[in-house]
């Protein structure tokens, strides 16, 4: 099998630079997604393991007691127009 690659490898060496640059750029999209999928399962992983879920009870618990700011009521757009016959859009 060693000996494969590296017939391989020389048969890659000996093609045109254009080619040799397709086979680094290929090899280095393939082993950023195998790194991206090992990141990705071991943060899952992590991130289940140091949140048990009475805390995460805990926390959609404060979440819910928080309470929602409320808006002063301000006078729409048709209050605040003048009322002398101006109408939006007939250019009147």
Do not use: C
């Not at 630079?17 to 397709?22: A, H, L, M, N, P």
Request: charged share 20%.
């Amino acid at each position: 099998m060693f000996e494969y690659l590296e017939r391989h490898v020389a048969e890659i060496r000996r093609k045109p630079e254009s080619v040799r640059i397709v086979y680094v750029w290929s090899m280095v999209g393939i082993v950023m997604i195998f790194v991206v999928f090992i990141w990705i399962f071991t943060l899952r992983e992590n991130l289940g393991a140091s949140v048990s879920g009475d805390q995460v009870e805990s926390i959609e618990n404060s979440v819910q007691r928080v309470p929602v700011p409320t808006v002063p009521d301000k006078p729409s757009l048709s209050e605040t127009l003048p009322s002398d016959g101006y109408q939006i859009g007939n250019g009147q």
